[in-house]
């Protein structure tokens, strides 16, 4: 399996690389959206975690919002399509 924010857990360094920050700026999305597209756009079925605490062992939500906005975060990757260029990159 391969999480789109990397696995067991999110990974700094590929959340913070020029590549998807780039792409996340310029559509206005979190970085996390862009990984997750990224994955669809290859063709990658995935399963949207609701926050970056989701993880092995931690799979509730707390109740104050975050898994909702975090839904919404990730449901944002279906709504751009990142260019040739910008797949390159990210491939890279």
Do not use: H, I
Not at 50 to 63: D, H, N, V
């Amino acid at each position: 399996a391969y999480g789109a924010c990397g696995e067991p857990g999110p990974s700094a360094s590929l959340l913070s690389s020029d590549a998807v920050q780039r792409a996340a700026t310029a559509r206005g999305v979190a970085p996390e959206a862009v990984c997750v597209r990224w994955l669809t756009q290859n063709g990658a079925a995935v399963s949207a975690r609701p926050t970056l605490e989701f993880a092995l062992g931690a799979s509730a939500c707390k109740g104050d919002g975050t898994c909702a906005a975090g839904l919404k975060s990730r449901a944002e990757s279906f709504g751009f399509t990142l260019s040739r260029a910008e797949m390159a990159a990210l491939d890279a």
